[in-house]
């Protein structure tokens, strides 16, 4: 029996470039950044001081009964109360997907379908409640303190609102988590397991959850924000964080058809390979990242000269870029290829666990519409990326091939494999 083909049939968007498709798509095409001025701890004069920023709702306070979110979502407050900020964001990225994919209550509930979901939890929230329990000398512990913080809340909260009856995980492979959570929910479906497949992602944009990257020195100290995140720019000092969430529908062609949905890419294949190196840091010739991309490419059928475009991981650390750059040299150089590639992290800074299912869903609107983006800020390439080809502009033109990295702690590394859909 063939395996089924696997499409990309709904995403969503709460990101800092924008919070739908729309909004996302204007951004990418006119290289609208979504880095702004951002105070991590107010009047503690901190070196990192900007980040990418999400606009039209309000988070900052610890209680759920003070946030905001922009008209048209019906937002309970027994589901508020399980949640961490990114959680509210999720929830809003996965109404839209609903939406765009035509769901029905009974396609979302039916044990045909899975949810598979990545943050790091909710540090701040964490911290709020902890205080809480030392200050009262255990008396006062929140209820819900648990569900709302650790690295699995997203999938906690999303799966019991939404009544998911499927296969439900969580991923904790840092920035490579959401990517591996494709891959692995691509197997599902090709394997008969699955028709369909919630993929979501999410992180808090607090000082719990990103500043203490600077302590590992990865953080831009660049206050410009028009400046700050520059991937592969020879000027680099490190990335710029950012929160919010993305999702993304996978399911079978077939399901898609039935519905009338949309399909914006088909999931081709995917790789993944470990460094064995180190904790943090990419080994520095790429090696694990180049048997991912090889990996992928084989999975998907595909040669690297057939790649029209390649979505870094590139975050604009020195040695991570560093490291993508010579990989990717051994991948598609060495073979005569020239894909364009680009990291759209220049414009939205990084969403760590969340970035690879955002990103993805950023190749698939380019796909469906017909653009490949560019890497913003690129003024004076590192000296190991020539000979890569590194669009600095949004360019009008369709990718039929794509291929997704991304790298995570420990030297986890995952591709995917888009293409073009062809019924």
């Not at 609903?98 to 769901?103: G, S, T, Y």
């Not at 790091?120 to 569900?147: D, K, T, W």
């Amino acid at each position: 029996m063939t395996p089924p083909r696997v499409v990309i049939s709904g995403t969503g968007f709460v990101t800092s470039i924008g919070n739908d498709r729309a909004d996302v798509s204007l951004s990418l095409r006119e290289m609208r950044s979504g880095i702004a001025r951002f105070g991590f701890l107010e009047g503690a004069g901190l070196p990192v001081t900007v980040a990418g920023t999400i606009k039209g709702f309000e988070t900052a306070t610890n209680q759920w009964a003070g946030w905001r979110w922009p008209a048209g979502y019906e937002i309970t407050k027994d589901l508020l109360r399980g949640l961490p900020p990114h959680g509210l964001h999720a929830v809003c990225a996965v109404e839209q997907v609903i939406r765009e994919a035509r769901l029905t209550a009974a396609e979302l509930t039916s044990d045909e379908t899975g949810l598979f979901c990545a943050s790091a939890g909710s540090p701040r929230l964490l911290r709020h409640f902890l205080n809480q329990v030392h200050e009262s000398r255990g008396e006062r512990i929140a209820p819900m303190s648990v569900v709302s913080t650790i690295a699995g809340t997203l999938n906690f909260n999303l799966a019991a609102h939404y009544g998911i009856r499927g296969a439900v995980a969580g991923f904790v492979s840092a920035c490579a988590s959401t990517t591996q959570a494709l891959g692995y929910a691509y197997d599902e479906i090709r394997l008969g397991r699955q028709r369909r497949m919630l993929v979501v992602g999410g992180e808090d944009l607090t000082l719990d959850s990103i500043y203490p990257f600077h302590g590992m020195r990865a953080l831009s100290r660049n206050p410009d924000p028009a400046r700050a995140s520059r991937p592969f720019d020879r000027d680099r000092d490190g990335f710029v964080g950012t929160g919010g969430a993305a999702a993304i529908l996978l399911e079978t062609a077939e399901s898609a058809h039935e519905r009338h949905a949309t399909i914006y890419a088909e999931l081709a294949g995917w790789g993944q390979a470990g460094d064995g190196y180190s904790i943090a840091c990419s080994e520095p010739e790429g090696r694990g990242l180049v048997t991912a991309m090889r990996r992928a490419l084989t999975s998907a059928g595909v040669t690297p000269r057939e790649i029209d475009y390649i979505n870094a991981h590139a975050t604009s650390t020195p040695a991570g870029d560093e490291s993508e750059a010579r990989a990717l040299h051994t991948v598609f150089t060495s073979a005569g290829a020239h894909p364009a590639i680009s990291s759209t992290k220049g414009l939205t800074g990084h969403g760590l666990s969340m970035a690879g299912v955002m990103e993805t869903a950023f190749c698939a609107v380019g796909m469906a519409e017909g653009f490949i983006p560019g890497t913003a800020n690129l003024e004076n390439p590192d000296p190991v990326c020539a000979g890569l080809n590194l669009p600095t502009r949004t360019l009008a033109q369709r990718p039929r091939l794509v291929l997704k990295n991304s790298s995570g702690f420990g030297g986890t590394n995952v591709c995917l494999v888009l293409r073009h859909w062809d019924p």
